[in-house]
């Protein structure tokens, strides 16, 4: 198997990430960081701290100049991070050494890529929330289409009450509702540059640091952190925390589509199943499969990330390594989580036969919590627990059904008891109220 699968030949279309994987290319990469070099001089030029033609020369070369990501490789070996690498080769590229000396005036490498890498991340933010969107859209309306529909809820993988397929759908789709509002706050928050300097001290970067930093923030589109974050990884773990909450959201769909479809059950249909290389008969929940694989891979990125968000002194090259090689496959376990969960959510069909056939042979065993609160008018609580328990095995011995033995002993019960649609509770509401929230985003 290849190393990633995300940008693998032959496996990237069964983990596709859309968009997302261009912004974790090389290319990618070199062109956030002179994007950020090319913003920095200009911004350096209009503060005076290097000259103003020399700043106008680098921003326009910044544009232009077109790196070969290989060409870094041998330095970057070396020196550990590609920056020393991508300055040499520009000014050698640019061929105006007058002004090319100004390049990465009194910056770091770690102010480039952590600044290069919040512009990349911006645009990744976009499509998770694009990706949300169509996605709630989508449940909103298969909700609200099954609000009333009737299935067995299940706790323990045991049959529990009946519920509605629409209450389920909405319980897939009330957690992304919460974590999209979360998003949108990330976004608001801001992503911050990073111009701090060697040391975090700024000390080459002139008189008013903070006035530059604001003016290089403004120039990018980020925000102004207010200091230096150098060994403070707290904006890409909050990051990472909330990309492994989606992704494991996302996921639990995928388990239970998975346990939907499977064979002797078949309360749910999906679109574009997978088949078998050898068996005709098979129809493979490939999408679902992949939702809880992802999950599972983030769950295990994240745990590395996070550790690695203890940085030792100004800058610790382990911990920033570490997340070099966790958070772009964390990113895109996210972003081919949502192309799969998009698709899904256009083609989940529910099989209202099905789950009526799984209600009706359950021998009325689902009616046996509604039955205890019905017998309660005549006894108490813990005698009306006792005796339908009692029901619940004999019926269960016999085979017959918690209705007529009900029926039998206690004649005059409610008909109510043993209705579907009474024994709902609040669940066809529930996804009433999450298809209303959803629209009123």
Not at 324 to 344: D, F, G, I, M
Request: one cysteine or more.
């Amino acid at each position: 198997m290849p190393a990633s699968p995300f940008d693998s030949a032959h496996l990237s279309k069964l983990f596709d990430t859309g968009e997302a994987a261009r912004l974790f290319s090389d290319s990618a990469e070199i062109r956030a960081m002179l994007l950020v070099e090319g913003a920095l001089a200009k911004v350096q030029g209009a503060a005076g701290l290097i000259p103003e033609l020399s700043a106008k020369a680098i921003h326009r070369a910044t544009l232009e100049i077109q790196l070969d990501p290989s060409g870094l490789a041998q330095a970057t070996g070396q020196n550990g991070v590609s920056v020393p690498a991508l300055v040499a080769a520009f000014r050698g590229l640019m061929q105006a050494p007058e002004h090319a000396q100004y390049l990465h005036w009194g910056a770091t490498s770690q102010d480039i890529l952590d600044t290069g890498l919040m512009l990349r991340l911006r645009q990744v933010l976009a499509l998770y929330d694009s990706g949300l969107e169509a996605t709630l859209k989508c449940l909103a309306t298969l909700a609200q289409g099954h609000a009333a529909t009737p299935m067995a809820a299940r706790t323990y993988g045991q049959h529990a009450t009946p519920t509605s397929f629409g209450a389920t759908v909405a319980a897939w789709g009330w957690p992304l509702l919460t974590l999209r509002q979360e998003l949108r706050q990330i976004r608001a928050d801001g992503l911050p540059v990073s111009l701090s300097g060697a040391s975090g001290t700024a000390s080459e970067l002139g008189p008013d640091v903070p006035a530059l930093r604001a003016a290089l923030a403004q120039a990018l589109g980020l925000s102004d952190p207010g200091r230096s974050w150098h060994s403070d990884r707290s904006v890409i773990l909050r990051l990472a925390a909330w990309i492994t909450r989606t992704t494991t959201a996302l996921g639990k769909m995928g388990e239970d589509l998975l346990l939907l479809t499977q064979s002797g059950l078949g309360e749910v249909r999906l679109g574009g199943v997978g088949g078998s290389s050898t068996m005709p008969q098979k129809q493979n929940p490939v999408a679902p499969s992949v939702l809880v694989a992802l999950s599972h891979h983030a769950i295990g990125l994240n745990a590395t990330l996070q550790g690695a968000g203890l940085h030792r002194q100004q800058r610790d090259g382990a911990a920033w390594f570490t997340e070099w090689l966790t958070l772009p496959s964390l990113c895109l376990c996210l972003a081919s989580a949502l192309t799969h969960t998009q698709r899904l959510s256009k083609t989940v069909t529910p099989d209202a036969g099905a789950m009526r056939a799984t209600l009706d042979n359950a021998q009325g065993l689902l009616a046996a919590e509604a039955l205890s609160f019905a017998l309660t008018a005549r006894m108490s609580r813990p005698e009306a627990q006792a005796a339908v328990k009692q029901l619940c095995e004999e019926v269960i011995a016999n085979r017959t059904h918690l209705r007529d033995a009900a029926e039998a002993r206690w004649p005059d019960l409610p008909v109510s008891v043993f209705e579907y649609a009474t024994q709902m509770g609040q669940a066809p509401q529930e996804a009433r109220d999450f298809a209303t929230a959803v629209h009123a985003l």
